[in-house]
C-alpha cells in the first residue's frame, strides 16, 4: 500500500513538471519513507490512546528510534514487514518487557542499564549492505551515537530524581533492543563473507 502510494504520487509529480525524470526514483523512496513513518507515528499514536502507556511507549520509542539512525542494525524486506515489526515491538515492550523489568530494584535496574549503555557505547555501527556509508560517516555517526547515549543516561538519571522509573526501564528496553539488532545485522554481514569467500573458493 506504501509503495503502490508512493508511486502513483512520484507519477502525479512527473506529469506536472515538480519533479524531473532523473529524480523519480528519489522521489517513490523519499516518499515511502515519509509515508511509513506517518503511517507508524499514527498507529502509535492509536496504541498509546488505546492502552494509555504514554510515558511507556514514548520513553522506548525515543531512544530505539534515534539510536537506530545512527547504529543501524537489521533492517527488513519490505516497508510493510517492517511497519508490522517496529509496532510489535513497541507493543512488546510497553506492555510486557517493561512490566517485567519494573518490579526490580532502582539499584539493580540502574546497574543493568549502565552495563548496556556502555555495551552501546562500544558497539560499532552495522548498517545492511545496501546503505553505502563511507568510514568517515560510521564514524561520525559512532560519535554521535556516543553523544546520545548519554544524554540518555542524563535524562534517566533526572527521572529518578524524579522518583519515576518508567523512564529508566522502558528506554532501557529501547537501547537493549537496538543493540540485538546491530548484533544481529554484524552476524548476518559476517555469514555473508564467509558465504563469498567460500564461493570465490570454488571458483579459483
Not at 499514536?45 to 545512527?70: D, H, K, N, Q, T
Request: charged residues 20%.
Amino acid at each position: 500500500m506504501i509503495r503502490k502510494s508512493s508511486v502513483w504520487l512520484s507519477d502525479v509529480f512527473c506529469k506536472r513538471g515538480w519533479i524531473d525524470l532523473d529524480s523519480y526514483d528519489w522521489c517513490v523512496y523519499a516518499l515511502e519513507k515519509r509515508l511509513g513513518l506517518l503511517l507508524f507515528i499514527s498507529a502509535v499514536a492509536l496504541w498509546m490512546g488505546i492502552s494509555g502507556l504514554y510515558v511507556e511507549s514514548m520513553a522506548f520509542l525515543v531512544p530505539f528510534y534515534f539510536l537506530r539512525r545512527r547504529m543501524g542494525g537489521c533492517h527488513a524486506k519490505s516497508a510493510c514487514v517492517c511497519f508490522f515489526i517496529s509496532i510489535g515491538l513497541v507493543i512488546f515492550s510497553s506492555s510486557f518487557l517493561g512490566r517485567m523489568l519494573l518490579p526490580l530494584p532502582i539499584s539493580i535496574l540502574f546497574t543493568l542499564n549502565l552495563i548496556c549503555v556502555l555495551f552501546a557505547m562500544h558497539l560499532r555501527p552495522a548498517y545492511p549492505p545496501q546503505i553505502h556509508f563511507s568510514i568517515q560517516e560510521i564514524t561520525a555517526n559512532y560519535i554521535r551515537k556516543n553523544y546520545l547515549l548519554l544524554l540518555i543516561l542524563l535524562i534517566q538519571c533526572l527521572s529518578l530524581i524524579l522518583y519515576d522509573k518508567r523512564i529508566l526501564v522502558y528506554s532501557q528496553c529501547g537501547i537493549v533492543l537496538c543493540n540485538i539488532t546491530v548484533l544481529i545485522e554484524k552476524q548476518k554481514g559476517r555469514r555473508e563473507n564467509e558465504k563469498t569467500r567460500k564461493t570465490g573458493r570454488k571458483s579459483s
